[in-house]
Every structure is written in C-alpha cells, then in structure tokens.
C-alpha cells in the first residue's frame, strides 16, 4: 500500500519522540499500512523531520517519506494553490479566490515529485491511495509511468457545482489529473454528481450510472463517508478527570445552557455569521440574558495568509461587541479562545456543552459534529444544512447559515426543545456516528479499492 498525502501520519513530541498525528486519518490509516506494509509519502513540513523514517522505530512495517520543497515551492503549491485557489473555489467563497500563474507551475512541479516517489516506490500488486485537493495532478502522472497500476483517490472537501469548479482556469488539466484513477471517493452524493457533471460537461467525458469512461478505462466515483475514531471519543469522554472538568466549566458558565462552537479558524466554519446570530438571538430575546453563554474556541491554522488574519481581527472584534453591549455582573454571554487543545480538553468542552452550532458555509464533511455527538451525553446539535455530515445527521437541527433568522430560531428550537425530543433525536444520531466509524471507513474504501478496473 502506498499512500500519498500531503501530511505526513506522525508528530513530534519532546517527551515520546515521533507519535501518530492526531486526527481521524492518521488513526484509521496507520494501522491499516501496518497490517499490510508500505509507504507514506508526505511533503517535508520542517527541514528537521526525516526524509525516509521507518515507523514504528523498534520494528518497523512501514517507511514515512518526506519530499524536500524550496521555501517557494511551498508557498506557491500550499500556500497559494492549495489554500489560496483550490480550497475557496471548493467551498465556494469565490471572493477569497487569487489566480496565479506561478501557484499553478509550483503545484505542478510538487505533484509531479510526489508522482516519482511514488513510481520509485511501487511494487507490482501494490495498491495506490493519494488524498485530498493538493495531488489532483499525481494520479495521471502515475497512470503515464504505470498503466496497469491500481489508483485511487479520497476527496476530503466538497467538491462544487461544475458552473463553480470551471471558474478555474486550470479546470480541465486538474480534473484529467483525477481521473488517472480507477477510483475516486468523495464524502456524500451530491460531490459525486458534481464531479461526473464536471468530468461530463469539461472534458466530454461518457458517464455510465457512476462511473466516467476516460481513455479506454472506467473511472468509478463513489460516496465514501468519513467517521471518526468512536471508542476513542467514547472513553475518553467518560473518564473521570474529563468529567470532573466538564463540571468545573459548566459551574464557571454562571449559565443554564451553555452552547458551543469548535472549529479551524478558517472562514468556511462560519465563526463570524453564528456570532452575529448569537447577537441577534440575544437582541430577540431578553428574557435568555443571564441564562445563555455561547464558548468558541477557535484553533489557529493557516497564520500566514491575509484572509485568515483579517478573519480573526474581525472575530475579536465581534466578540468584544457583543460583550461590551451585552455582559451583566458575573455573566458573559460570549467565551471566546483563540488556541489548540489537546483531544482531552475537547472532550471537556464537548461533554459541558447543552448544544454544539456547527454551522460551516460549507464543509466537506465535519468531523466535530462527530466527535460532539460520541462525547455528548445527550446534547442538542444545530447542524448547517451546507456540510456533509448534514446529508447524514438529519435528526440534528438543520440551519441555513446565510439566513439569520434561521439561526437564530434554530439556537431557540435547541434552548427550548422538550426532554424527550432531545433523547431521541441524540439516540438517532449516535447511532449514525457510530456507523460512519473511521476504522469501518477505511475497510469499506479497501474493499471498493480492491474490486479491479474493467477495460472498456
Ligand atoms: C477536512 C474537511 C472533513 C480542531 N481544533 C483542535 C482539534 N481539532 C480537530 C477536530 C477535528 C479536526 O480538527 C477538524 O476536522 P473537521 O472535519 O471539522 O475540519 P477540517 O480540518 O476542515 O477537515 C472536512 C475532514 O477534512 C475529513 O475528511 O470532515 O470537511 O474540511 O478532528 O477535533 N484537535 C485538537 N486540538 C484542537 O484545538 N487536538
């Protein structure tokens, strides 16, 4: 097996030395090598991270590769294709988007290095799996160097309507990257029907049911749901320092109810539009002052680019709003952190917490809506209809995020939903949760990944 991705699976701790990275990926997917062998081929984030590291140390069954990239290769192919051209045109937020030549000739030179990796890696028989938006271009470039190879793809965003994705100048190239597969997954229906439109509309591809018919091969595109590690959050939430905690902040609150948000400080969570209808809710409704504390805790990410930091005055800026207008004696309607936390404290917050708002202008999936709802003992979650987790979790209280309104009496259908309707909504969606599981993910992906290709 060989997987390629643009993070490397492992992190480095002063106390234990390198460790598995933490998040639902790196947790489903080392396991996985390790039963099967093989490599995982990565960028080099820190010149001081090794090229070649065998993994575990003591006995190793896989080998981490890094690829070296000059500091302008970096900029351009992550910074700027990745981040400043693909991942806002994915989540539609076309004002955040900036075309630049030079992005599109750096992201080539990196998917092809990642491409001769892995060709020099490859064995006859092995399987090939490369992730997410960064390496659209490595699948074809395998292809080239090895027909019969076996190729597949996991798309971690959404992927948008095609009268969006043709926006982009290099629409064309990118999805012929793509379809160098023979099988490409992506989270829900609606990205699958959107990439066969696009496949079908740029390229003239033919479309049979769910598969492209490309250059003599058929490219099968299916919907593969990512979960979360389950039993993870499960005991962790239930450990006795986790709980304790949960009890110290609730009593902190100085509130009834209190509501949460977790995300990336990324402006497709949609951080901003729910303070502003926590504003509103709070405009409409006097009678919950005192009663309600809404706790954001925002993990910073990406620093360096422009949108974010001015994301981030502009969320400081609202929160101090709100508090300066709003705060009374010993409650403060709007806790706000700007910080990472170990899974733990997440834990913490997840357990205290009467309602999660996940409320992105679009996610690909959503993983805290997950984790909420496999540490929540039975709380409410108000859930934005423009994720992937909504096409899963419809017993969540769905909102619209552009609509205010709605938000605002989403957060009063959450405070004021009847004890009973809260238990078996959250019984539904725990059961959901618990079959997206992370480990079943990757055991069904091996298994679609598993079934050959047939020539056409
Ligand atoms: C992409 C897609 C898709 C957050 N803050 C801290 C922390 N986190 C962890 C969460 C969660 C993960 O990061 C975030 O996952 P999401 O799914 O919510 O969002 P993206 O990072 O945008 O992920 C997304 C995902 O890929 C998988 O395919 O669901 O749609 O955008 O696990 O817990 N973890 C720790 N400290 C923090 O402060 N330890």
Known sequence: MIIAANRAPLRYTEDEGWVPAIGGLATALLPVLQEQGGVW?????????PTRQPYP???????????????????????GMSNRVLWPICHYMLQHLELERAYMEAYRTVNRRF?????RAYRPGDFIWVHDYHLML?????????????????????WPAMEVYRILPWSRELLQGMLGCDLIGFHVEEYVE??????????????????VLWEGREVRVEAHPIGIDVARFEQLSEREDVRREAERLREEMHAE????????????KGILSRLQAFEQFLKEYPAYHGRVTFYQVATPSRTQLESYQQLKREVDEAVGRINGFFARDSWVPVHYRYRTYTQEELCVFYRAADVALITPLRDGMNLVTQEFIAASRSG???LSELTGAAHLLREAVLVNPYDRDGMVQAIRTALEMPVEERIERFRF?????????????????????QQRPSEV
């Open 41 to 49: 081929i990565a960028m080099q984030e820190d010149a001081k991270a």
């Open 57 to 79: 140390p003591e006995a190793p069954d896989l080998e981490i590769q890094r690829i070296p990239l000059s500091a302008q290769e970096r900029t351009h192919y992550y910074l």
């Open 115 to 119: 491409a001769e990796a892995i060709v």
């Open 138 to 158: 490595v699948p074809h470039l395998i292809r080239q160097a090895i027909p019969d190879a076996n190729i597949s793809f996991f798309w971690h965003i959404p």
């Open 194 to 211: 959107n990439f066969l439109e696009s496949a079908r509309y740029l390229l003239g591809a033919e479309i049979e049911d769910n598969r």
């Open 257 to 268: 109810w209190l509501l949460i948000g977790i995300d990336r400080l990324d402006y497709t």
């Open 380 to 382: 409410v979650l108000v």
């Open 429 to 449: 969606l725990k059961r959901t949760v618990r079959e997206l599981d992370v480990h079943r993910w990757a055991r069904r992906f091996l298994e679609a990944m």
